[in-house]
């Protein structure tokens, strides 16, 4: 069934802009099927791993990773974009193409020594993941692994993560 995931997955040309083909998740969030097999396949890999918390990164992160930590009988942690989150945070900027931005998550979400399993839905230069697992290294927890709905290993985002075990439903 991956292969139906990826061929709900519509390429918008141009989008957010001129060069760009945006990867459309929406119709794979639309089907029923296709969305519970999606987390299925995401949860898979970490199903007999006693994870503790699934992060997800803000905003699409978040649909997936919710649904992951419930298959995974855990809690969900939200990584969030600045000032979203009350109370102290830990804060981590990366580089984009064209600046910089910075990912937040709450000092307090995860307790010590904890095992957790950190979902977005797009792999693509990396950056925004690895600076997320900035984020849970201050928070003294164990990253088990990353999983994607998407990979575009052409842009070998993949790299910027180290050794830490990615596992994607979908690779371009």
Not at 106 to 133: E, F, P, Q, R, S
Request: aromatic share 8%; hydrophobic share 45%; glycine share 8%.
């Amino acid at each position: 069934m991956p292969e139906r995931i990826r061929a709900a997955i519509a390429d918008i040309a141009d989008f957010p802009k001129k060069g760009i083909v945006f990867k459309d998740i929406t119709p794979v969030l639309g089907d029923s099927k296709l969305f519970n097999h999606s987390i299925d396949l995401l949860a898979k890999p970490w199903i007999d791993s006693d994870i503790d918390y699934v992060a997800g990164i803000e905003a699409r992160g978040f649909i997936f990773a919710s649904a992951v930590a419930i298959k995974l009988n855990a809690g969900f942690i939200p990584i969030r974009k600045p000032g979203k989150l009350p109370g102290p945070t830990y804060s981590q900027t990366y580089d984009l193409e064209y600046g910089t931005d910075t990912v937040e998550i709450h000092k307090n979400a995860i307790k010590n020594g904890a095992k957790v399993l950190l979902i977005d839905d797009l792999l693509a230069t990396g950056g925004t993941a690895a600076a997320a697992i900035k984020l849970l290294d201050q928070c003294n927890c164990t990253v088990a692994g990353v999983g994607f709905l998407i990979n575009l290993t052409f842009l070998k985002g993949q790299d910027k993560l180290g050794d830490t075990l990615v596992s994607s439903i979908v690779s371009y």
